[in-house]
């Protein structure tokens, strides 16, 4: 199916991917305006590592982002050695290092439990960009 009147957004999203830095986008709306339809039609499968978060524990989000991460790239991941935030992030920002790469973190405030441990991921991710 074709993405139809999202011109605007695919045309910032796709020259984001086609800089020469690595870069990062905050996608939001209101819920059910194709956000997620979005960010999986727009790139190539093997180019786009899609993880969606579950209302679930911070600890088993990550353990599941990596086993998915694992899958889309065919590294070795090993949950158990990554018991924070920052270095999942870590890890997932070396990922594919040679090639250019989108992750797309969707329903990111399921990351965390709250408020507060939402902006302690947030903040794991930025000292992790930085």
């Given amino acids: ?12 999203l796709q020259a984001l991917l086609e800089r020469a830095e690595p870069a990062l986008a905050l996608v939001r709306g209101r819920r059910r305006v194709g956000k997620t339809y979005l960010l999986s039609n727009l790139w190539p499968p ?19 982002l990596l086993e998915e991460a694992a ?9 158990e050695d ?7 992030f870590r890890t997932l920002l070396n990922l594919r290092p ?11 405030q399921y990351l965390a439990d709250g408020e507060s441990g939402l902006r302690e991921v947030a903040s794991e991710l930025n000292a992790v960009w930085e």
């Fill in 46 to 64: 093997e180019q786009v590592l899609h993880y969606s978060a579950s209302s679930t524990t911070p600890a088993l989000n990550r353990q599941t």
């Fill in 82 to 88: 990554h018991p924070t935030w920052r270095t999942v």
């Fill in 98 to 108: 040679d090639r250019p790469t989108v992750i797309v973190l969707d329903e990111f």
């Fill in 1 to 12: 199916m074709a993405l139809i009147n999202r011109e605007a957004e695919t045309a910032s």
């Fill in 71 to 79: 899958r889309w790239s065919g590294e070795e991941i090993r949950p």
